[in-house]
T-cell receptor, first 114, second 114 residues
Framework: KQEVTQIPAALSVPEGENLVLNCSFT??????LQWFRQDPGKGLTSLLL?????REQTSGRLNASLDKSSGRSTLYIAASQPGDSATYLC?????????????FGTGTSLTVIP | DVKVTQSSRYLVKRTGEKVFLECVQD?????MFWYRQDPGLGLRLIYF???????EKGDIPEGYSVSREKKERFSLILESASTNQTSMYLC?????????????FGQGTRLTVV
């Protein structure tokens, strides 16, 4: 079964710092990997989707990389802002004949201090 | 914009009641998913559906059933609600294959069973 791990569980940084969130997975046979943001008490908002054939994706101050062979992905956030404070989750999608199930990490809780 | 809409943000039900959680998506997605999210346990898959009237059990289906009579609607049913089903419930949808298999989530339903 696919295991997805996110380290650290919590991270606190001063405003303006660049930071990296880590995601690792045990089975490299993935369909894609997706990064989400979750604010307290809310649903998940999609940030970036990386197909298994891609190495990275960028959106504004966010850059996500994927190294499928080593089972790792990183989410880089440039020039962090207090509004970036949230929990960040990664999910890998396993190919199947039906639903292409997602496997989620337990998330990294990020606090950006003004 | 893709929209995944869950019928309620907050719900309070009594033990033993039959509870219906509704989810509607407007993007013609084949796949729809129901998760529950609990502190320290992350997101756990309850059921998913890959087509109308088609469903598969996830990791924790006990005490739940689902219905997908139309492509845009996926319902989660708690046959006889119990206090250990108090949780945040999240619905998601996506295409099954192709480049655009990004998953989209609803805003979540916080269910309390008393």
């Amino acid at each position: 079964k696919q295991e997805v791990t996110q380290i650290p569980a919590a991270l606190s940084v001063p405003e303006g710092e660049n930071l990296v969130l880590n995601c690792s997975f045990t089975d490299s046979a993935i369909y894609n990997l997706q990064w989400f943001r979750q604010d307290p008490g809310k649903g998940l908002t999609s940030l970036l989707l990386i197909q298994s054939s891609q190495r990275e994706q960028t959106s504004g101050r966010l850059n996500a990389s994927l190294d499928k062979s080593s089972g790792r992905s990183t989410l880089y956030i440039a020039a962090s802002q207090p509004g970036d404070s949230a929990t960040y989750l990664c999910a890998v999608r396993r190919p199947s004949n039906t639903g292409n199930q997602f496997y989620f990490g337990t998330g990294t809780s990020l606090t950006v201090i003004p | 914009d893709v929209k995944v809409t869950q019928s309620s943000r907050y719900l309070v039900k009594r033990t033993g009641e039959k509870v219906f959680l509704e989810c509607v998506q407007d993007m013609d997605h084949e796949n729809m998913f129901w998760y529950r999210q609990d502190p320290g346990l992350g997101l756990r898959l309850i059921y998913f559906s890959y087509d109308v009237k088609m469903k598969e059990k996830g990791d924790i289906p006990e005490g739940y059933s689902v219905s997908r009579e139309k492509k845009e609607r996926f319902s989660l049913i708690l046959e006889s609600a119990s206090t250990n089903q108090t949780s945040m419930y999240l619905c998601a949808s996506s295409f099954y294959r192709g480049r655009n298999t990004e998953a989209f989530f609803g805003q979540g339903t916080r269910l309390t069973v008393v």
